[in-house]
């Protein structure tokens, strides 16, 4: 079983930085990638970027030259560097670890950390 914890969330001014982290745990499994999506109340839930084993990255237009994602493998931790935030980056932002397990490929959710961007 794999447990994933977002952390450093929380309320910032426009034009401001986050650091956001995420660590997984628990039993014996490899990480084939890692990423972040984030949800605004009553929308989908949306894709922001991810980094897969091999240290390649994709990012949403919106996070485009502003989000900055890496990976640690050896820790199972993975960031996200936000700078320049707008108030439309205002969400919950939730970290996905896909990983095998017993040959099996599984995505593991975090519950969610929020962000708030607002003066």
């Known amino acids: 079983q794999v447990q994933v914890q977002e952390s450093g969330g929380g309320l910032v001014q426009p034009g401001g930085s986050l650091r956001l982290s995420c660590a997984a745990s628990?039993?014996?499994?490899?990480?084939?990638?890692m990423g972040w999506w984030r949800q605004v109340p009553g929308e989908e839930r949306e894709f922001v970027a991810t980094?897969?084993?091999?240290?390649?990255?994709k990012y949403a237009e919106s996070a485009k030259g502003r989000f900055t994602i890496s990976g640690d493998s050896a820790k199972r931790t993975v960031y996200l560097q936000m700078n320049n935030l707008k108030p439309e980056d205002t969400a919950v932002y939730f970290c996905?670890?896909?990983?095998?397990?017993?040959?099996?490929?599984?995505?593991?959710w975090g519950e969610g950390t929020l962000v708030t961007v607002s003066s």
């Open positions: 628990g039993s014996t499994f490899s990480i084939s990638a």
């Open positions: 980094i897969n084993s091999g240290g390649n990255s």
């Open positions: 996905l670890f896909a990983v095998i397990i017993e040959r099996k490929g599984v995505n593991v």
